[in-house]
């Protein structure tokens, strides 16, 4: 299974100020790693990971290819040594999409990274420009045309519920990103952090942020669309531990984002599927229906606290799940009155045994067993 060795680098004297970000937070709170961290940290995980050669060393915190040249140089060498046949995979970094050129990715090549993150955020230039983020859309399709063009893995980070982003906008980013198609995505619903610009903007009212259902369903449907179009998200939705709890006045967080969009993307499906069997009359008059998802998913598809379930249950339909082998992820498979039958007389066959009605597979009866005359 991947792993990460994760080593935040806090971006030293950045020059920018994105409106979402409270800098002095992050590098006051954050020890800036050196070169003895990082190589302890690689000595300790090659004792613990499971298969070191799926394992990557990842600077995570920002823009990495803007941090000062000989600090970044420092990292990297630190890093690569612990790069190559018999040790791990490789290296992963995150960065902004105007810090990549030719000669920043030359020398990235040469010590042995092999996965690029851009912080494209939005891909609407009116969003960015709002949100301060000094960069453009263009500046985010040239670096990732520059990162697939030298063999790099691609991954692009996207915040969803920005100030000035309305459907329209997230839209425009949905799209841009699906048809540059990464390797991977990170979907990030917009934390609003004390002292930023964005927490300015809260409180003079001038930032009335999208609901908490509104950001829910955008970004259930970017994990769906990416997921179907084999793109790996590698996130979606802050870690508790990577939030500053304390500092934060507004937004979208919950601390099982992830769980919410599943729940939700199995919901859809499957009541498109009622949808579709109740207009065309093959749903029986108890509006009982099974559905099956992939094996191991049972859990996601029933939803937090049961949510689907109870769902259902307001809307008059009695809804039960079964797990299948080779189903899609988030796929779901209405199953017709016979195999629900089947499938749950497989599966139950004590409670059947114990019972003292049967229900018959030919009239679809419920009757005591001596009274069936199908035999
Ligand atoms: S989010 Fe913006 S302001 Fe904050 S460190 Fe990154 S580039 Fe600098």
């Keep these: 299974m991947h792993s990460n060795i994760s080593i935040f680098v806090p971006h030293v004297g950045c020059p ?22 990082v190589e302890r940290a690689c000595l300790q995980a090659l004792g613990q990971v499971d298969d070191i050669a799926d394992t990557e060393i990842a600077f995570f915190g920002g823009s990495f290819t803007a941090i000062p040249r000989e600090y970044m140089l420092e990292l990297l060498s630190a890093a690569h040594k612990y790069v190559g046949e018999g040790r791990f995979r490789g290296i992963r970094i995150s960065t902004r999409p105007d810090y990549i050129d030719g000669e920043i990715l030359d020398i990235l090549k040469s010590f042995g990274v092999t996965a690029i ?26 670096a990732s045309r520059l990162i697939r063009e030298c063999g790099f893995e691609l991954g692009l980070q996207m915040m969803i519920g920005l100030y000035k982003s309305c459907r329209e906008q997230e839209d425009e980013t949905f799209s841009e990103i699906m048809a540059i198609h990464p390797d991977t995505v990170r979907i990030y619903p917009v934390v609003i952090l004390k002292n930023t610009r964005l927490a300015e903007l809260l409180e003079s009212g001038d930032y009335e942020p999208m609901s908490f259902d509104e950001v829910l369903s955008l970004s259930a449907r970017a994990l769906g669309a990416f997921t179907e179009a084999g793109i790996r998200v590698i996130k979606c939705g802050l870690h508790a531990s990577e939030i500053v709890e304390q500092d934060m006045v507004g937004g979208f967080y919950h601390p099982a984002f992830r769980e919410l969009c599943e729940g939700l993307l199995y919901r859809l499906n499957m009541e498109a599927l009622l949808d579709k069997a109740v207009e065309e009359g093959r749903l029986p008059e108890n509006k009982n229906a099974v559905f099956a998802v992939k094996k191991g998913c049972l859990s996601k598809a ?14 008059g339909f009695k809804v039960k799940m079964t797990e299948e082998n080779d189903m899609g992820l988030y796929e779901v498979r209405l199953l017709d009155e016979l195999e629900a039958a089947h499938r749950y007389s ?22 005591p067993p001596m009274k069936c005359r199908a035999g």
Excluded: W
């Design 302 to 315: 029933i939803g937090q606290k049961k949510a689907n379930i109870g769902y259902f249950e307001k809307a």
């Design 346 to 367: 497989m599966y139950n066959k004590k409670l059947i045994k114990r019972s003292r009605v049967c229900g018959c597979f030919y009239c679809k009866k419920h009757l």
């Design 16 to 37: 920018h100020k994105c409106a979402f970000c409270d800098q002095n937070a992050i590098t006051g709170k954050q020890k800036l790693p050196h070169k003895e961290d």
């Design 117 to 142: 993150e851009l912080g494209a955020q939005s891909m609407s230039d009116e969003v960015l420009e709002a949100n301060e983020r000094g960069h453009t859309a263009e500046d985010v399709r040239k």
